[in-house]
């Protein structure tokens, strides 16, 4: 077994957020030896097999020194692409997969969105569920309050979007 984590380790799951590795159990699954992170999230704990953490996007936390570049890269305005919702909503839900930086892409750009035209139903809940796991994240790199981080997140977004509105980019949408 090749474990990328160990017992103790606090990692982000990109669809329930921030959870501690408890242990790394094996058990038998469809006729072979498994190995799974249990990993206890704030209310439940989940099984994650150890072979599958990269597909899942199972990550380590964003470390302290990032956090005042992740407020700043919050500001910055964003491409846009001219593509169809779907196609879009299922790029976001892999690039939520890959680190809190690509998280934060997806949650500028739904922001975005939703301040241009109403959001699909299944939009509204992958910009609840980005925002949830980017101030989970935050929380457990700098211990500062989620309402803390969440009143810097929407500060930061108003910003970023009369960035946006001042911003044009060729072949763009806007």
Not at 32 to 47: G, Q, R, V
Not at 50 to 59: C, F, Y
Not at 158 to 169: G, H, Y
């Amino acid at each position: 077994m090749n474990s990328r984590y160990t017992i103790g380790d606090t990692v982000i799951h990109p669809y329930h957020g921030a959870g501690k590795i408890k242990e790394i159990i094996q058990e038998e699954f469809l006729g072979s030896t498994e190995h799974f992170y249990l990993i206890e999230m704030n209310k439940f704990s989940i099984k994650i097999p150890v072979k599958k953490t990269e597909e899942i996007g199972l990550r380590n936390i964003v470390s302290i020194d990032m956090l005042e570049q992740i407020y700043s890269y919050l500001l910055q305005p964003v491409l846009i692409e001219k593509e169809n919702w779907h196609s879009l909503y299922l790029k976001y839900k892999e690039n939520i997969k890959i680190n809190l930086m690509s998280t934060i892409l997806v949650l500028k750009k739904l922001y975005y969105f939703s301040k241009q035209r109403l959001l699909k139903p299944e939009e509204v809940k992958l910009l609840f569920l980005v925002k949830k796991i980017v101030v989970e994240e935050i929380h457990v790199a700098g211990n500062e309050s989620r309402d803390d981080i969440l009143n810097r997140i929407n500060s930061n977004m108003k910003v970023f979007l009369a960035k946006m509105e001042t911003n044009r980019f060729p072949d763009v949408v806007h």
